[in-house]
């Protein structure tokens, strides 16, 4: 607010502030034809799944399937609490994040060392060999790399942990070459024509850019690979996965209910620490 005085008539006006500018909004850019046919695209995709299958909603909603549901899921309560049961739980939650841990840490490295070579810094002929492979890696399903690896390392974790370090090394390999190909190559490129070798250049300046990026995206892997190593069990990798199969084939429902519930709390605790680390990363 501004105050103005008139010296001739002694007198004091006040003059207002002027009214604030409403900032105009830019327009909205106009809807092209492949935008639209891209979303038309998918809606029929849509709607031709939902004619190709036989989905028999009324029998999955009537009183018969409602009370068999509920009876099957009556049977799993009280969950055993015993200590002599919870012990086991405790060495299979423990072999299931050590499978899990170690498989993550595996494909880690494997994703620096074939993501170097995916970014096209070997030359274009390995960038494209190098990102085939990565496609099958990440293309065949933990549970069928598991189902592999069976036959040839027997039964337990061992197969688990290659199977999971298998998928998850195409997958980290293929966002850590993004990564990779996403920095600005000023810095290295700088330290390359003051003489510095291709190594130290890459250690002093791209890794440093890259690595939260890098740690946020194994961090976020290993939530996926607690998830999965739970599963592997069911085929036979060790891990809570496997007892559950166990007690469930034997329909002991109350110790499948138990290690049920720890399957869920650990990857509760799981996806609250990552979600920590990675918060921390990224700062």
């Known amino acids: 607010m501004k105050i103005a005085i008139d010296q001739s008539t002694s007198s004091m006006s006040v003059r207002l502030p002027d009214p604030p500018q409403v900032p105009q909004l830019p327009l909205a850019p106009r809807w092209r034809f492949s935008t639209v046919a891209l979303l038309c695209g998918l809606l029929g995709l849509v709607a031709a799944s ?5 989905l028999m909603w009324s029998a999955f909603f009537t009183q018969e399937a409602l009370r068999t549901t509920g009876e099957f899921l009556h049977g799993f309560a009280p969950p055993d609490i015993s200590v002599p049961f919870l012990r086991k739980i405790a060495l299979g939650t423990a072999e299931t994040l050590s499978m899990s841990a170690l498989g993550t840490v595996l494909a880690a490295f494997a994703g620096v060392a074939l993501g170097l070579v ?36 027997g039964l337990g974790p061992f197969a688990g942990t290659m199977a999971l370090a298998a998928h998850t090394s195409g997958v980290l390999g293929r966002l850590f070459a993004d990564a990779y190909e996403n920095t600005s190559p000023l810095p290295e490129s700088t330290l390359r024509t003051n ?17 939260p ?11 996926n690979n607690i998830r999965a190593a739970a599963i592997l069990g069911v085929v036979g990798a060790g891990g809570l996965g496997q007892m559950l199969k166990y007690h469930l084939s034997l329909f002991q429902m109350h110790q ?28």
């Open 50 to 54: 939902f004619l190709s299958l036989s």
């Open 118 to 153: 995916a970014s096209g810094r070997f030359g274009t002929i390995a960038r494209a060999g190098t990102r085939t492979l990565l496609n099958v890696l990440r293309s065949i399903p933990e549970l069928v790399w598991a189902s592999i690896l069976l036959i040839a390392a």
């Open 195 to 211: 003489g510095v070798r291709a190594l130290p250049a890459f250690l002093y300046t791209t890794l440093p850019q890259t690595l």
């Open 213 to 223: 990026q890098m740690m946020s995206y194994t961090l976020y892997r290993w939530e």
């Open 256 to 283: 499948a209910a138990s290690v049920i519930v720890a399957m869920l709390v650990m990857v509760a605790a799981v996806d609250g620490i990552s979600f920590i680390l990675r918060r921390a990363m990224t700062r």
